[in-house]
């Protein structure tokens, strides 16, 4: 979920909640199984520690069950993950957390393991390991994984995105059919499902949670479908990331006059000549 802000300046604009609540009656209409808050889409290290319990209180209280909630709580800091871990435990109806590699320290892989295995032992909820090397520096390799999961009882997926399919392969090879892999990116969803894996945590959802509902469903369902849905969406899926991400989702959901196009520094608007790129290609859908 991308966070919507009020006009105001892009340090001190607040949450837009009534924008928000649209958002999720966007993804309550269309079914989606979870919503996913505080994640970097949300534009979360610009968010204050009082804003995020907001959020998730908000958000639970207006999906009332209709959708799963997951909830990051990554940080660098494993202390720090920990006191976001306990506040966010007081909160009911939480179903999973997600947590990311480490980022920028680049720790080995046995920082990795004694990271992930001390949150997961600190809390009897769902965790979710989110791997993704290119914005964190550091790879979680597979022997590691699994050494996590024997030693843990609540990982129960991974959001692999270690771009190395060979190492993703070898990821649902090694794990048990219980233990999901999702995919990272829109655009790799029917490919990946392809090759076994397990639905996909999207952006293109904030936008398009119909389409995306029916495109899902179809990649398990129906391939002519799924195949043909891949195509029609492949360049949407693609400008979505033009610039960094989430602007480009948030331009689309202001065009249609659903949130309005405001950031917090450091994230700011689209480039004019990037911004004319992507309304062009917008302009191409009938959504």
């Not at 009534?18 to 996913?36: G, R, Y």
């Not at 959901?253 to 990037?274: T, V």
Request: hydrophobic share 45%; aromatic share 16%.
């Amino acid at each position: 979920m991308v966070t919507p802000f009020k006009e105001w300046n892009w340090i001190d604009n607040e949450v837009d909640y009534k924008a928000l609540w649209k958002l999720l009656e966007m993804q309550i209409e269309w079914n989606v199984d979870w919503v996913l808050l505080l994640w970097t889409t949300a534009e979360n290290p610009t968010l204050t520690k009082k804003e995020s319990i907001e959020i998730v209180k908000f958000a639970i209280e207006k999906l009332d069950w209709k959708a799963k909630v997951m909830v990051n709580i990554w940080n660098y800091s494993t202390k720090q993950t920990l006191k976001k871990l306990e506040k966010f435990d007081k909160i009911e109806w939480i179903d999973a957390y997600l947590v990311v590699n480490p980022y920028y320290n680049k720790p080995t892989q046995t920082w990795l393991y004694l990271h992930f295995t001390t949150i997961a032992n600190n809390t009897k909820r769902p965790v979710i390991l989110y791997n993704i090397q290119w914005r964190t520096g550091v790879n979680l390799e597979t022997s590691t994984l699994l050494k996590i999961l024997s030693e843990t009882k609540n990982i129960i997926w991974v959001k692999e995105a270690s771009w190395n399919m060979t190492q993703m392969k070898d990821v649902i090879a090694k794990t048990c059919d219980e233990f999901l892999v999702f995919s990272w990116d829109d655009w790799l969803t029917y490919e990946l499902v392809k090759n076994w894996w397990d639905w996909v945590i999207s952006v293109a959802s904030n936008c398009i949670p119909d389409r995306m509902k029916k495109f899902v469903d179809n990649c398990f369902s129906n391939d002519e479908l799924a195949e043909k849905e891949n195509e029609y969406l492949k360049e949407f899926f693609e400008k979505l990331f033009i610039q960094t991400n989430p602007i480009p989702a948030k331009t689309f959901l202001a065009s249609k006059w659903i949130i309005k196009e405001e950031f917090r520094l450091p994230i700011c608007k689209l480039d004019e000549k990037q911004k004319d790129i992507f309304m062009e290609m917008v302009k191409k859908y009938e959504f």
